[in-house]
């Protein structure tokens, strides 16, 4: 029997970023979800049945921001895995966020091959 596809929450302001990152992660095999604010990835979050594995968010966002929502579903979720992905790789936020924290950084722009590299190395590798 084949395994199910390993869902990953895509959250981003940007609709032609969050459309790309969305495409690419299907086409890397997983099913992806899409959100436009962290308010609306916090629903969607709430109503999915399968286990969101991975949350691939944008750092800065109105509203709701990247490390905000992580922290809300993180707390829903232990051991939900992040993706930050960023045009702002050196600042304070972020390094705290990704050093402190434990999660993964991917600065933006990035590559389907980077965007793939980094999901299976934090989805398989790190298990």
């Known amino acids: 029997m084949a ?3 390993k869902t990953i929450l895509v959250v981003d302001d940007e609709p032609e970023i969050r459309k790309l990152v969305g495409a690419m ?3 890397s095999g997983y099913l992806a ?4 604010s962290g308010e609306h990835a916090l629903t969607l979050f709430k109503k999915q ?11 800065v966002q109105p ?11 993180t707390a829903l979720q232990p051991g939900l895995k992040v ?5 702002y790789d050196n600042t304070h936020v972020v390094q705290k966020y ?3 924290k434990g999660h993964a950084l991917l600065p933006k722009p990035f590559t389907v ?5 980094k999901v299976r190395e934090i989805l398989v590798v790190q298990g």
């Open 3 to 5: 395994d199910a596809k």
């Open 25 to 27: 992660v299907t086409q």
């Open 33 to 36: 979800i899409t959100a436009d």
């Open 49 to 59: 049945r399968e286990p969101v594995e991975l949350l691939i968010t944008d750092v």
């Open 63 to 73: 509203g709701m921001s990247g490390p905000m929502l992580a922290d809300r579903l």
């Open 83 to 87: 993706l930050y992905i960023s045009g």
């Open 98 to 100: 990704v050093v402190e």
């Open 113 to 117: 091959e980077e965007l793939r590299a």
